[in-house]
Protein backbone atom coordinates (compact mmCIF):
# COMPACT_ATOMS: atom_id res chain seq x y z
CA UNK A 1 0.00 0.00 0.00
CA UNK A 2 2.44 2.25 1.09
CA UNK A 3 4.68 1.89 -2.03
CA UNK A 4 1.63 2.47 -4.56
CA UNK A 5 1.19 5.81 -2.23
CA UNK A 6 5.09 6.53 -3.32
CA UNK A 7 4.51 5.30 -6.81
CA UNK A 8 1.25 7.39 -7.43
CA UNK A 9 3.30 10.88 -5.77
CA UNK A 10 6.10 10.46 -8.26
CA UNK A 11 3.65 9.84 -11.22
CA UNK A 12 1.78 12.93 -9.86
CA UNK A 13 4.46 15.19 -9.71
CA UNK A 14 6.12 14.49 -12.95
CA UNK A 15 2.64 14.69 -14.64
CA UNK A 16 2.34 18.22 -12.89
CA UNK A 17 5.50 19.11 -14.80
CA UNK A 18 4.30 18.03 -18.19
CA UNK A 19 0.73 20.09 -17.29
CA UNK A 20 2.35 23.22 -16.50
CA UNK A 21 5.23 22.65 -19.05
CA UNK A 22 1.82 22.82 -21.63
CA UNK A 23 -0.14 25.32 -20.09
CA UNK A 24 2.77 27.66 -20.29
CA UNK A 25 3.70 27.46 -23.73
CA UNK A 26 0.24 27.73 -25.08
CA UNK A 27 -0.02 30.69 -22.41
CA UNK A 28 2.31 32.61 -23.99
CA UNK A 29 1.37 31.36 -27.59
CA UNK A 30 -1.91 33.01 -27.42
CA UNK A 31 -0.41 36.63 -26.41
CA UNK A 32 -0.56 38.95 -29.26
CA UNK A 33 1.28 40.02 -31.78
CA UNK A 34 1.12 43.14 -33.95
CA UNK A 35 -0.03 42.61 -37.53
CA UNK A 36 1.77 45.57 -38.86
CA UNK A 37 4.87 47.70 -38.16
CA UNK A 38 4.86 51.58 -37.27
CA UNK A 39 4.60 53.56 -39.76
CA UNK A 40 7.95 54.81 -39.66
CA UNK A 41 9.42 51.41 -39.14
CA UNK A 42 12.60 50.98 -36.34
CA UNK A 43 15.93 50.88 -36.83
CA UNK A 44 17.67 47.75 -36.17
CA UNK A 45 20.99 46.99 -35.57
CA UNK A 46 21.45 43.41 -35.92
CA UNK A 47 24.97 42.37 -34.55
CA UNK A 48 26.18 39.62 -35.45
CA UNK A 49 29.80 37.89 -33.36
CA UNK A 50 32.03 34.88 -34.92
CA UNK A 51 34.74 33.15 -34.00
CA UNK A 52 36.34 31.33 -37.15
CA UNK A 53 33.49 30.86 -38.81
CA UNK A 54 34.92 31.40 -42.68
CA UNK A 55 32.56 28.45 -43.96
CA UNK A 56 29.59 30.34 -42.31
CA UNK A 57 29.72 34.09 -41.88
CA UNK A 58 29.06 34.73 -45.33
CA UNK A 59 25.48 32.63 -45.67
CA UNK A 60 24.20 34.47 -42.85
CA UNK A 61 25.14 37.88 -43.45
CA UNK A 62 23.34 37.24 -47.19
CA UNK A 63 20.59 36.04 -45.61
CA UNK A 64 20.05 39.04 -43.26
CA UNK A 65 20.67 41.65 -46.03
CA UNK A 66 17.63 39.90 -48.02
CA UNK A 67 15.41 40.07 -45.06
CA UNK A 68 11.88 41.81 -45.85
CA UNK A 69 12.57 44.82 -43.80
CA UNK A 70 13.30 48.56 -45.50
CA UNK A 71 17.22 48.35 -46.49
CA UNK A 72 17.22 51.65 -44.99
CA UNK A 73 15.94 50.81 -41.73
CA UNK A 74 18.74 48.36 -40.47
CA UNK A 75 22.17 47.95 -40.12
CA UNK A 76 24.17 44.41 -39.77
CA UNK A 77 27.29 44.74 -37.40
CA UNK A 78 29.65 41.31 -38.28
CA UNK A 79 32.17 41.22 -35.37
CA UNK A 80 35.09 38.84 -36.25
CA UNK A 81 36.38 37.39 -32.61
CA UNK A 82 39.57 36.55 -32.76
CA UNK A 83 39.61 34.74 -35.63
CA UNK A 84 42.03 32.67 -37.06
CA UNK A 85 41.27 31.74 -40.46
CA UNK A 86 39.74 34.00 -43.05
CA UNK A 87 36.63 35.31 -41.59
CA UNK A 88 37.93 38.62 -41.55
CA UNK A 89 38.96 38.57 -44.86
CA UNK A 90 35.04 37.28 -45.72
CA UNK A 91 33.98 40.02 -44.27
CA UNK A 92 35.58 42.81 -45.68
CA UNK A 93 34.83 41.77 -49.16
CA UNK A 94 31.29 41.23 -48.35
CA UNK A 95 31.22 45.12 -47.07
CA UNK A 96 31.22 46.13 -51.33
CA UNK A 97 28.39 44.22 -52.01
CA UNK A 98 26.27 45.06 -49.08
CA UNK A 99 25.76 48.80 -47.76
CA UNK A 100 24.29 48.40 -44.80
CA UNK A 101 27.51 46.19 -43.61
CA UNK A 102 30.05 47.22 -41.05
CA UNK A 103 32.83 44.94 -39.80
CA UNK A 104 34.73 45.03 -36.26
CA UNK A 105 37.60 43.22 -35.86
CA UNK A 106 38.75 42.24 -32.19
CA UNK A 107 41.94 41.03 -31.13
CA UNK A 108 43.90 40.58 -28.41
CA UNK A 109 44.42 44.16 -27.72
CA UNK A 110 41.18 45.80 -28.91
CA UNK A 111 38.39 43.48 -26.79
CA UNK A 112 36.37 44.85 -24.74
CA UNK A 113 38.33 45.15 -21.29
CA UNK A 114 36.98 43.01 -18.25
CA UNK A 115 34.38 40.60 -20.90
CA UNK A 116 35.18 37.25 -21.89
CA UNK A 117 33.86 35.43 -24.95
CA UNK A 118 31.28 36.31 -26.30
CA UNK A 119 29.54 38.39 -24.24
CA UNK A 120 32.76 41.04 -25.07
CA UNK A 121 32.17 40.65 -29.00
CA UNK A 122 28.44 41.14 -28.60
CA UNK A 123 29.38 44.22 -26.15
CA UNK A 124 31.75 45.29 -29.19
CA UNK A 125 29.11 45.58 -31.75
CA UNK A 126 26.10 46.96 -29.52
CA UNK A 127 28.64 50.15 -28.66
CA UNK A 128 28.96 50.76 -32.71
CA UNK A 129 24.84 49.61 -32.82
CA UNK A 130 22.81 53.00 -33.83
CA UNK A 131 19.16 51.27 -33.80
CA UNK A 132 16.71 51.22 -31.24
CA UNK A 133 16.47 47.59 -31.49
CA UNK A 134 19.58 45.42 -31.00
CA UNK A 135 19.04 41.35 -32.72
CA UNK A 136 21.45 39.28 -32.10
CA UNK A 137 22.08 36.06 -34.05
CA UNK A 138 25.09 33.90 -35.27
CA UNK A 139 27.44 33.22 -37.73
CA UNK A 140 26.42 29.89 -37.99
CA UNK A 141 22.68 30.94 -38.87
CA UNK A 142 20.47 32.02 -41.97
CA UNK A 143 17.61 33.66 -41.18
CA UNK A 144 13.49 33.90 -42.23
CA UNK A 145 13.28 36.51 -44.71
CA UNK A 146 10.39 38.11 -42.30
CA UNK A 147 12.82 37.37 -39.06
CA UNK A 148 13.27 40.87 -38.67
CA UNK A 149 10.12 42.06 -39.53
CA UNK A 150 8.23 40.03 -36.71
CA UNK A 151 10.26 40.32 -33.85
CA UNK A 152 10.28 44.32 -34.62
CA UNK A 153 6.15 43.90 -34.03
CA UNK A 154 6.52 42.65 -30.61
CA UNK A 155 8.67 46.29 -29.21
CA UNK A 156 5.32 48.22 -30.05
CA UNK A 157 4.52 47.17 -26.77
CA UNK A 158 6.51 49.33 -24.49
CA UNK A 159 6.69 47.14 -21.62
CA UNK A 160 8.64 44.16 -24.09
CA UNK A 161 12.39 44.60 -22.75
CA UNK A 162 13.26 41.57 -25.17
CA UNK A 163 11.40 39.26 -27.32
CA UNK A 164 12.96 35.80 -28.36
CA UNK A 165 12.49 33.08 -31.23
CA UNK A 166 13.01 29.31 -31.89
CA UNK A 167 16.11 28.08 -33.72
CA UNK A 168 15.60 24.91 -36.00
CA UNK A 169 18.22 22.64 -36.72
CA UNK A 170 19.32 21.76 -40.50
CA UNK A 171 19.22 18.31 -40.64
CA UNK A 172 20.73 15.23 -42.84
CA UNK A 173 21.99 12.92 -40.55
CA UNK A 174 19.38 10.69 -37.91
CA UNK A 175 21.89 12.54 -35.19
CA UNK A 176 20.91 15.82 -36.57
CA UNK A 177 16.62 15.30 -36.82
CA UNK A 178 17.42 14.04 -32.75
CA UNK A 179 19.20 17.43 -32.32
CA UNK A 180 15.98 19.00 -33.90
CA UNK A 181 13.83 17.67 -32.26
CA UNK A 182 15.71 18.52 -28.92
CA UNK A 183 15.92 22.22 -29.85
CA UNK A 184 12.01 22.50 -30.76
CA UNK A 185 11.45 20.66 -27.25
CA UNK A 186 13.58 22.92 -25.10
CA UNK A 187 12.70 26.36 -26.93
CA UNK A 188 9.11 25.22 -25.85
CA UNK A 189 10.17 24.85 -22.40
CA UNK A 190 11.60 27.84 -22.83
CA UNK A 191 8.54 29.70 -24.01
CA UNK A 192 6.56 27.90 -20.80
CA UNK A 193 8.87 30.11 -18.73
CA UNK A 194 8.09 33.16 -20.00
CA UNK A 195 4.24 32.08 -20.29
CA UNK A 196 4.39 32.18 -16.30
CA UNK A 197 7.09 35.42 -16.55
CA UNK A 198 9.78 33.27 -15.15
CA UNK A 199 12.31 33.41 -17.51
CA UNK A 200 13.67 29.60 -18.15
CA UNK A 201 16.27 29.84 -21.04
CA UNK A 202 16.55 31.42 -24.42
CA UNK A 203 19.18 31.56 -27.21
CA UNK A 204 21.56 34.27 -28.31
CA UNK A 205 21.29 32.77 -31.81
CA UNK A 206 17.81 34.55 -32.24
CA UNK A 207 17.08 37.58 -29.58
CA UNK A 208 15.86 40.92 -29.67
CA UNK A 209 16.58 43.28 -26.84
CA UNK A 210 15.48 47.36 -27.10
CA UNK A 211 18.75 49.31 -27.01
CA UNK A 212 17.69 51.74 -24.06
CA UNK A 213 16.68 48.77 -21.98
CA UNK A 214 20.21 47.06 -22.50
CA UNK A 215 22.05 49.83 -22.22
CA UNK A 216 19.74 50.93 -18.45
CA UNK A 217 21.13 47.54 -17.30
CA UNK A 218 24.89 48.27 -17.84
CA UNK A 219 24.72 46.60 -20.68
CA UNK A 220 27.22 43.51 -20.76
CA UNK A 221 29.71 45.40 -18.28
CA UNK A 222 27.45 44.98 -15.68
CA UNK A 223 25.73 41.67 -16.27
CA UNK A 224 27.31 38.77 -14.28
CA UNK A 225 29.78 36.74 -16.34
CA UNK A 226 27.87 33.27 -17.68
CA UNK A 227 29.00 30.48 -20.30
CA UNK A 228 25.35 31.37 -21.26
CA UNK A 229 25.32 34.78 -21.78
CA UNK A 230 22.45 34.38 -23.47
CA UNK A 231 20.31 33.47 -20.48
CA UNK A 232 22.01 36.12 -17.96
CA UNK A 233 21.02 38.97 -20.19
CA UNK A 234 17.40 37.42 -20.23
CA UNK A 235 17.53 37.64 -16.63
CA UNK A 236 19.11 40.52 -16.33
CA UNK A 237 15.99 42.24 -18.11
CA UNK A 238 13.28 40.46 -16.65
CA UNK A 239 14.96 41.72 -13.38
CA UNK A 240 14.47 45.21 -14.40
CA UNK A 241 11.12 44.99 -14.39
CA UNK A 242 10.79 44.45 -18.45
CA UNK A 243 8.57 41.47 -19.91
CA UNK A 244 9.94 39.27 -22.34
CA UNK A 245 8.14 38.15 -25.46
CA UNK A 246 8.73 34.14 -26.67
CA UNK A 247 6.98 33.15 -30.37
CA UNK A 248 6.51 30.25 -31.68
CA UNK A 249 6.32 31.65 -35.08
CA UNK A 250 7.58 30.25 -38.40
CA UNK A 251 8.59 34.20 -39.60
CA UNK A 252 10.74 34.60 -36.46
CA UNK A 253 12.83 31.05 -36.68
CA UNK A 254 16.22 30.86 -37.60
CA UNK A 255 17.78 27.88 -38.86
CA UNK A 256 21.51 26.73 -37.40
CA UNK A 257 23.81 23.93 -37.80
CA UNK A 258 23.88 21.28 -35.76
CA UNK A 259 26.18 19.62 -33.41
CA UNK A 260 28.83 17.53 -36.23
CA UNK A 261 29.37 14.52 -34.02
CA UNK A 262 28.64 13.47 -30.38
CA UNK A 263 31.75 15.14 -28.75
CA UNK A 264 31.20 18.37 -29.99
CA UNK A 265 27.44 17.90 -28.73
CA UNK A 266 28.43 17.30 -25.06
CA UNK A 267 30.64 20.13 -25.44
CA UNK A 268 27.53 22.13 -25.85
CA UNK A 269 25.38 20.02 -23.38
CA UNK A 270 28.16 20.53 -20.79
CA UNK A 271 27.97 24.37 -21.54
CA UNK A 272 24.23 24.50 -20.96
CA UNK A 273 24.27 22.15 -17.76
CA UNK A 274 26.18 24.64 -16.25
CA UNK A 275 24.70 27.65 -17.06
CA UNK A 276 21.46 26.29 -16.28
CA UNK A 277 23.12 26.04 -12.60
CA UNK A 278 22.44 29.37 -12.71
CA UNK A 279 18.46 28.98 -12.31
CA UNK A 280 18.66 28.15 -8.94
CA UNK A 281 15.84 26.89 -7.50
CA UNK A 282 14.04 26.20 -10.73
CA UNK A 283 16.70 24.13 -12.12
CA UNK A 284 16.77 22.36 -8.51
CA UNK A 285 12.53 21.90 -9.29
CA UNK A 286 13.06 20.69 -12.87
CA UNK A 287 15.89 17.78 -11.45
CA UNK A 288 13.38 16.97 -8.46
CA UNK A 289 10.46 16.18 -11.03
CA UNK A 290 13.09 13.90 -12.91
CA UNK A 291 14.32 12.43 -9.90
CA UNK A 292 10.48 11.55 -9.33
CA UNK A 293 9.73 9.89 -12.08
CA UNK A 294 13.36 7.86 -12.57
CA UNK A 295 12.40 6.88 -8.94
CA UNK A 296 9.09 5.48 -9.96
CA UNK A 297 10.42 3.23 -12.66
CA UNK A 298 13.01 2.51 -10.04
CA UNK A 299 10.96 1.08 -7.70
CA UNK A 300 8.76 -0.27 -10.40
CA UNK A 301 11.89 -2.47 -11.43
CA UNK A 302 12.64 -3.71 -7.90
CA UNK A 303 8.94 -4.94 -6.83
CA UNK A 304 8.45 -5.89 -10.46
CA UNK A 305 5.46 -4.14 -10.57
CA UNK A 306 5.07 -3.83 -14.68
CA UNK A 307 1.82 -1.71 -14.74
CA UNK A 308 3.31 1.12 -12.89
CA UNK A 309 6.38 0.48 -14.91
CA UNK A 310 4.28 1.17 -18.48
CA UNK A 311 2.53 4.00 -16.74
CA UNK A 312 5.36 6.24 -15.92
CA UNK A 313 7.31 5.20 -19.25
CA UNK A 314 3.87 6.40 -21.23
CA UNK A 315 4.04 9.37 -19.09
CA UNK A 316 7.30 10.21 -20.28
CA UNK A 317 7.23 9.41 -23.92
CA UNK A 318 3.52 11.15 -24.14
CA UNK A 319 4.57 13.82 -22.45
CA UNK A 320 7.73 14.90 -24.24
CA UNK A 321 5.44 14.20 -27.64
CA UNK A 322 2.96 16.61 -25.86
CA UNK A 323 4.95 19.73 -25.37
CA UNK A 324 7.02 18.97 -28.61
CA UNK A 325 4.92 18.12 -31.57
CA UNK A 326 2.61 21.42 -31.66
CA UNK A 327 5.69 23.42 -31.40
CA UNK A 328 6.66 21.83 -34.44
CA UNK A 329 3.60 21.99 -36.66
CA UNK A 330 3.41 25.59 -36.00
CA UNK A 331 7.07 25.72 -36.94
CA UNK A 332 6.14 24.11 -40.02
CA UNK A 333 8.82 21.42 -39.05
CA UNK A 334 6.50 18.17 -39.86
CA UNK A 335 9.83 16.36 -40.99
CA UNK A 336 11.12 16.21 -37.77
CA UNK A 337 8.02 15.08 -35.80
CA UNK A 338 8.78 11.16 -36.57
CA UNK A 339 11.59 11.45 -34.87
CA UNK A 340 9.86 12.52 -31.61
CA UNK A 341 10.02 8.81 -29.96
CA UNK A 342 13.54 8.16 -30.96
CA UNK A 343 14.80 11.57 -29.78
CA UNK A 344 12.78 10.59 -26.40
CA UNK A 345 14.89 7.72 -26.19
CA UNK A 346 17.90 9.76 -26.43
CA UNK A 347 16.47 12.34 -24.26
CA UNK A 348 15.95 9.41 -21.42
CA UNK A 349 19.95 8.47 -21.80
CA UNK A 350 21.51 12.17 -21.87
CA UNK A 351 19.30 12.42 -18.71
CA UNK A 352 21.87 10.05 -16.75
CA UNK A 353 24.44 11.19 -18.26
CA UNK A 354 24.09 14.70 -17.59
CA UNK A 355 25.01 14.69 -13.75
CA UNK A 356 28.96 13.65 -14.91
CA UNK A 357 28.64 16.76 -17.22
CA UNK A 358 28.67 18.62 -13.97
CA UNK A 359 32.05 17.39 -12.36
CA UNK A 360 33.80 19.32 -14.99
CA UNK A 361 33.80 23.02 -14.16
CA UNK A 362 36.50 24.57 -16.89
CA UNK A 363 33.90 24.72 -19.82
CA UNK A 364 35.36 24.63 -23.43
CA UNK A 365 34.23 26.23 -26.73
CA UNK A 366 34.55 27.72 -29.40
CA UNK A 367 38.45 27.02 -29.14
CA UNK A 368 38.10 28.65 -25.30
CA UNK A 369 38.14 27.75 -21.84
CA UNK A 370 36.38 29.45 -19.10
Keep these: MYIDLILAVCFFIFFLRIAVSYIGAVKERRKKVFKDL ?28 QSNYPSDRFEII ?35 PNLRGK ?7 I ?7 IVMTDADCTVNPNWLSTLAKTFQDEQIGMSAGYSA ?30 PLSCYGNNLAVRKKDFDAIGGYHSVSFSVTEDLALMHAIHKSGKKIRYLTLEESTITTQPCPNFKEYLKQKHRWVIGALDLGWIAFVFVLTSFSMWLGIAISLFICHPWW ?60 TF
Design 309 to 368: LLAFILLRFAGDSLITIPSARILKQNKIIKWTIPAIFFFIFMELVAPFLLLKKDVKWKGQ
Design 78 to 112: AVNDRSEDSTGQILDDLKSQIPNLSVIHIDDTTKV
Design 127 to 133: ERAKGEI
Design 169 to 198: IKTKTIFDKIQAVEWTYLHTLATTGVGFDI
Design 38 to 65: PEVPYFLSVVVPGRNEEANFKECILSIA
Design 119 to 125: PGALQAG
